[in-house]
């Protein structure tokens, strides 16, 4: 056989063998793990450490009963009387062992949250021209934490509001609040510590009041180099004169004439004794209702202003109707 021959019958025998059998082709390959992309590492790795730094979840804290919550409240009060005695006894039970360094910084913490309240209601109420709104709202701060925490702590907000409204707004407002409100707040809170009474307590507001009024003529004319005095008396000269024209004109006669220097004075007077008793009453008034409501968390009760009881059971009638 030559070799062509048998090469070819080579090939055949290949052939045959080839297509009988199974094929002849690679074992296909294991599925190779897909490597992850950068992105996917960063945000594995940002995962596990934000994991690590994570706290451990605290054992929920079992509830306060009453009697807990009722020996708290005696505390507070005995405290409060013994003008805040450190070695007053500590409640019974779970509250006896917590720091009791904790609740003397209670009244200091609730002092710097009610004087940032006052700097907000005096800049919405003197630069935004918002006083009609919020006028019976200055004094509550304060009032609300000498209720609560005495007159040392009372006397300490007014003191950081000046102070908080001198650093924002300047010397002039600052006067004004201490003058405007500052003297309420001081007659208000002593009347409501040491129990004046409500008739008491709005004569000693209806005076503080008047008397802070008319320093508040005498601070504007210093710093404004502004007979604010002058000003009035000019008011009051023509509201006067109107009355008067009104009043000519009713009765068919002149009967008032030109008002002179002493009618202007006694009108000027009649007029800040009426607009101080006037803020003076509603202030007090919207001070009782809101103490009233709040009486639970406080160590003086509001005086009893005659309407306020009835204004609150009309409120709840009202709510549950």
């Known amino acids: 056989m030559s070799l062509p021959d048998a090469a070819r019958s080579a090939t055949v025998a290949w052939l045959y063998l080839t297509s009988c059998g199974p094929p002849l082709s690679r074992p296909p390959r294991a599925p190779q793990p897909r490597r992850p992309s950068f992105a996917n590492r960063l945000l594995t790795f940002v995962r596990s450490r934000s994991r690590l730094s994570r706290p451990p979840r605290a054992a929920p804290k079992p509830e306060i009963t009453d009697e807990e919550w009722r020996q708290l ?15 007053a006894i500590p409640p019974a039970g779970r509250l006896g062992r917590l720091d009791p360094a904790q609740f ?13 309240i006052t700097t907000v209601f005096w800049y919405l109420g003197r630069i935004l021209r918002m006083d009609s709104v919020l006028l019976l709202f200055y004094p509550l701060p304060a009032m609300y934490v000498a209720s609560r925490f005495g007159l040392r702590f009372a006397d300490l907000t007014l003191l950081c509001s000046v102070f908080l409204i001198f650093t924002v707004m300047g010397p002039l407002y600052a006067g004004l609040y201490f003058l405007n409100t500052g003297l309420l707040i001081l007659t208000y809170s002593r009347a409501l510590w040491y129990r004046w009474g409500w008739k008491l307590t709005l004569l000693g507001g209806g005076l503080a009041k008047g008397v802070g009024l008319a320093l508040q003529l ?29 009043a000519n004109k009713v009765l068919g006669r002149v009967v008032f004439g030109e008002p002179g220097m002493s009618a202007v004075q006694a009108g000027l007077s009649v007029v800040v004794v009426l607009h101080s008793f006037y803020h003076v009453f ?5 001070m009782s209702i809101l103490l009233t409501r709040l009486r639970a968390h406080l160590v003086r009760e509001p005086p009893d202003v005659p309407g306020v009881e009835w204004l609150l059971k009309r409120a709840t009638r009202s709510k549950t109707s």
């Open 73 to 87: 409240i005696l505390e507070f009060e005995q405290r409060a009387d013994d003008k805040y005695d450190p070695e």
């Open 104 to 116: 003397e910084s209670l009244s200091y913490v609730f002092c710097g949250a009610m004087t940032a």
């Open 218 to 246: 005498a601070w504007i004319s210093v710093i404004l180099r502004y007979n604010a005095w002058k000003a009035a008396a000019i008011q009051v000269t023509a509201m006067l004169t109107f009355m008067g024209n009104i």
């Open 282 to 286: 509603f202030t007090l008034l919207f």
